[in-house]
């Protein structure tokens, strides 16, 4: 009988449902339809002008190279995401891209077969694991001390911004079976969620303990994107959580700008964090996306809302009440998290409106964020300055805004001083800073250099900020956020 469910099993991504998934309470198109471009033109006065990205327009998802080899009858039987891969170029949903996607789609389906070949022994089978075994094993714990790891290695992956990372563990992760125990989720969403079990648990002799038994009773395969630290509270708690998950048999596949050995660089306590990169390489393959192209800037920007020049208030306002429509904008309060509230300064129709001040400038963070997407759909932020010494607490949370928008598929109208390359101009790493050239002129440079911020964290993020910010002004992007929206409000008529 088991021998038979194995089967069943292999065969079961073949038939699952291929339209919509819900993740973060938001619906999204699995399988991406090319877009017929629409024009909108703004005429504006003076050296204002509109900042678009007008390259050649590609999918919106990152597409992977077509040098895969031909499918065998064995790997279509087998499934997983190299097949569904291949179903899809075949049916021309994906584009072809390069070998180095192709290369990291070859070990996620390496993973998948293992994963597949060992289930039973990971665990992963919700139904033929036992819900009281699950819920006495920190109990049996406190008495006979237990370790099971997993049998299967993870998968760490990093690369540059727009590799597809995202895309290609999204493609992993919905192929897999969904009787599986299983939890896709960026990882700020992930950390704030381990904050709300911490405060749960308080007085318990080691919380982080209850709550790694938690997570890996609710999900033994574990893909986080965006891995990144920049936290000391978050490194200590990593360090200390990831040894239970890891010994409760935890499997791990992450999606990250930085390498392993480079997360949390240069950050305090760090020599406290270095024991989860050494557990992190034991347990994860780690494997570098090589790609040097960034497909989100290959998307055609035609619609964006992205307003570059100074006293563009009122502009960003007249387009704040065009998407209102008939429906007045009145001061509102979000529900954060831990019975907090988060005060819009004007909210309609799914969209809200904030100056950047108070967006950005205010000791806020991701949980904010979340609450605020949670709600709403569209941000106007007015006034988004140019990012250095002066401002850098500021550009941090604006790095977490955009994270959180682009992961809610959000969209944005903004103001900004500059085009999203110019906002991060002064935002430089260690490395970069060593190569700067001095100017010949002690004036210039201490009027250039004197706003210059050397951090490494932000330096990588810049990177993926800068990306981000493209793709959402595309054509593709705000297409898309229109089909997702509008399939919102069907199912919440229904």
Same mark, same amino acid.
Request: a positive charge.
């Given at each position: ?47 204002? @002008? ?7 327009? $590609? %999918?919106?998802?990152?597409?992977? +190279? ?14 997983? *995401?190299?097949?569904? $891969?291949? /179903?899809?170029?075949?049916? !021309? ?39 009281? #075994?699950?819920? +006495? ?11 099971? @790891? ?8 990093? !690369?540059?911004? !727009? ?18 125990? &299983? ?7 992930? %950390?704030?969620?381990?904050?709300? /079990? ?17 997570? +890996? ?57 270095? *024991?989860?990169?050494? #557990? ?23 619609? !964006? ?13 007249? &387009? ?10 009145? *001061? ?57 010494? =002066? ?13 959180? %928008?682009?992961?809610?598929?959000? /969209? ?7 085009? *999203?390359?110019?906002?991060?101009? /002064? ?14 002129? =002690?004036?210039?440079?201490? =009027? ?23 793709? %959402? ?14 399939? &919102? ?6």
């Amino acid at each position: 009988m088991r021998t038979v469910i194995r089967v069943l099993r292999k065969f079961r991504p073949a038939f699952q449902y291929r339209a919509n998934f819900i993740y973060n309470g938001y619906a999204k198109r699995r399988d991406f339809c090319p877009y017929t471009n629409h024009r909108s033109i703004y005429s504006l006065s003076g050296s204002t @002008y509109i900042h678009r990205c007008r390259n050649e327009s $590609y %999918m919106i998802h990152r597409a992977i +190279s077509s040098d895969a080899a031909k499918v065998t009858n064995k790997e279509v039987n087998r499934g997983g *995401p190299l097949v569904e $891969y291949e /179903r899809r170029v075949a049916a !021309g949903e994906l584009l072809d891209g390069d070998a180095c996607q192709l290369n990291t789609l070859g070990e996620l389906q390496r993973l998948y077969d293992e994963l597949v070949e060992n289930a039973e022994d990971c665990r992963l089978d919700r139904y033929a694991t036992s819900k009281k #075994a699950g819920r +006495s094993r920190w109990l049996w714990s406190r008495f006979i001390p237990q370790t099971s @790891y997993a049998p299967v290695k993870g998968l760490y992956l990093y !690369g540059g911004v !727009g590799t597809g990372k995202t895309m290609l563990m999204d493609l992993f992760f919905y192929q897999l079976p969904c009787n599986w125990r &299983k939890k896709r989720i960026h990882f700020h969403d992930f %950390m704030l969620n381990v904050h709300s /079990r911490l405060q749960k648990h308080r007085g318990v002799a080691d919380p982080l303990e209850v709550v790694a038994g938690e997570i +890996s009773d609710e999900s033994i395969l574990l893909c986080l994107d965006e891995f990144m630290v920049t936290d000391v509270a978050d490194a200590l708690i990593l360090n200390r959580m990831f040894r239970h998950l890891f010994s409760n048999g935890i499997i791990l596949i992450s999606t990250s700008n930085r390498a392993p050995d480079k997360l949390y660089e240069g950050g305090l306590q760090r020599d406290l964090f270095l *024991p989860f990169i050494d #557990a992190l390489q034991e347990r994860c393959i780690v494997h570098q996306i090589g790609s040097s192209v960034d497909y989100r800037k290959m998307t055609s920007a035609e619609q !964006g809302f992205y307003f570059v020049g100074k006293h563009l208030s009122s502009l960003l306002k007249q &387009k704040f009440q065009q998407l209102n429509g008939e429906q007045i904008a009145v *001061p509102q309060e979000v529900e954060v998290v831990m019975g907090r509230k988060l005060k819009v300064p004007a909210g309609a129709n799914g969209c809200a409106y904030f100056p950047f001040e108070e967006l950005c400038d205010r000791p806020l963070g991701a949980a904010d964020y979340f609450g605020l997407f949670k709600k709403f759909h569209t941000l106007a932020l007015d006034g988004v300055p140019i990012f250095g010494l =002066s401002n850098r607490t500021a550009a941090y949370r604006f790095v977490t805004l955009v994270d959180v %928008m682009y992961e809610n598929r959000g /969209r944005l109208l903004c103001t900004a001083e500059g085009t *999203p390359v110019e906002l991060f101009d /002064r935002i430089v790493t260690i490395a970069d800073a060593q190569q700067m050239a001095p100017r010949t002129s =002690s004036r210039s440079r201490k =009027s250039d250099d004197s706003d210059i911020c050397v951090d490494n964290e932000l330096g990588f993020a810049k990177d993926r900020t800068i990306s981000r910010l493209t793709e %959402m002004n595309s054509t593709e992007y705000l297409e898309q956020h229109a089909e997702i929206w509008a399939q &919102k409000r069907l199912s919440d008529n229904e």
